[in-house]
Each structure stands twice: as C-alpha cells, then as structure tokens.
C-alpha cells in the first residue's frame, strides 16, 4: 500500500496550549529565581507587586495582572498601605476577639456577634435583658453589658445603640406605666443601654447615640414565636471607618459629623 506524503501545510503544529504552558514556565522560573538569588534589596511592597501576576492562577489568591506599579503607587499608595486592607484586618481581629469574649453568652443564645456593612454588630436578645414590656436592664443583664463596654473602650469608632421589638402591641397600656407604641418601648430599651455604658462603665457619651426602629427591622418572621423572640434585641453597632476626631490644641473639638448614620 502506498503511503501518501503529507503537504508541509498539514504537518503537525504545536499544540497552542504548549505556548501558554511555556509562558507560565518561564514566570516561575523567574519568580524562583529571584527567590532564591539576592534580592535583599527588594522592599516588600515591590515583591507584593511583583506577585499580583499570579493571583487567581492556583486559587489561593485573587486578583492582579500585571507587574506594573500603576497609579496607587504613583500617588503615594500601595497595596501593604491601603486603608481598606488595614481596616479590613482590624475589624476581622476585633471579631474574632468578641466571638471569643462572648463565647458563653453565644452558646446560652442571649448574645450574638457579626458583621456587616454598618460594621461589627453586638446583638442582645431583649428577653435576657429586659422583662417583657419593660426597658428597665435587669440587673443579671449588666455583666454582660461590662462585657461589652470593655470592647467599646478599646474601639474609638462611633458606637449606634439600636432598639428593636416584635409586633405584638405593650400591655399594660401607657396609662399604667407601660409604653403606648413599640416605638417607645424600643427606643428606651436602647437609651438605657446607652445610659449604663456612658453612666456606669464611663464611654465616651460623644461616640454614643440611640436608635429606636421599634417592629419595623424584623429579622425572622413575627408570626412565629421563635422568630417574634429573634425580633426582640438590641444591636450594639461599632460603625465602620468612624471616629472621633480631636481637634487642634486649645480648640474645640469639631462637631460629631451626620456620616454616622449612613
């Protein structure tokens, strides 16, 4: 049988993604090489430049192309010195630290520790602190709340004390010593919270303010016992990226700004 001769045309190419595998190669022979040689001189920004090429590559990092320094470092930043990145470490620290510190209460369901885009969240379940219908702190409640004042001290970002109830409507009525709303009931549950870290445990009054949203931020569902119990709290919200700022000396320091409510 005769063979048939192949046309140059139809010889066998490399396979394109040999090229790709070869590119790569010769990053990690580059990057291996200068691991291993002097590069004493090398500040660590410019290593954490020089590895944001391999980001996203081995799923253990994310981001980065290229190994240009790019307009952050030209306008004095850089990727060891972004805000975000610091604030974003110390918020996972202080969390990790109150999940530590709130270990009981967690486990016993009375106290319950996250984050989210307003910034670390301290919530309180209103039965463990408060008889029903009623904003006076009990006073087995106030160890914890010692608790969380030593957290606030350590913290100089601005502290939002937010009051929450169910739906269900106060007994006994206003004219009995009750609360008429919801509206009320929550907001005095969450200024005296607020009064016992300022009057008792000495924070600062000017990082402090009070919320009252009554039934109207529900998080579970009031139609069941369980959820109307979850409704009921208090959140302790350290706000993100917000602090008190001192003025110059022998001036007076500057109005708490409106951006703490955002």
Known sequence: MAVKKRKKSELIATPLWMTTFGD??????????????DVTHVTQEEFQLMMSPFRGSFGALTGGSTFEKGRLVELGQNVMTLPSQKKGKAVATHLKLMVQAFKPEIEAKKVRVRE????????????????????RLRNDAKAVLKKVSG???????FVRIEGHTDNTPNAPPAAKGGFETNWELSGARSVNVLRYFQEEEGVNPKR???????????????????????????????????????????KIERPLPDEEWR
């Open 24 to 37: 790569m190669n010769n990053l990690l022979m580059v990057f291996f090489v200068l691991l291993m040689g």
């Open 116 to 135: 989210d885009e307003r910034g670390l969240v301290i919530t309180l379940t209103s039965d463990a602190y408060f008889d029903p219908g009623s904003a």
């Open 151 to 157: 957290i606030l001290k350590d913290i100089p970002n």
């Open 208 to 250: 402090l303010s009070a919320v009252a949203f009554g039934q109207y931020r529900p998080i579970d569902d009031n139609n069941t016992p369980e959820g109307r119990a979850f409704n009921r709290r208090v959140d302790i919200v350290i706000l993100r990226e917000k602090v008190v700022e001192k003025g110059e000396a022998g």
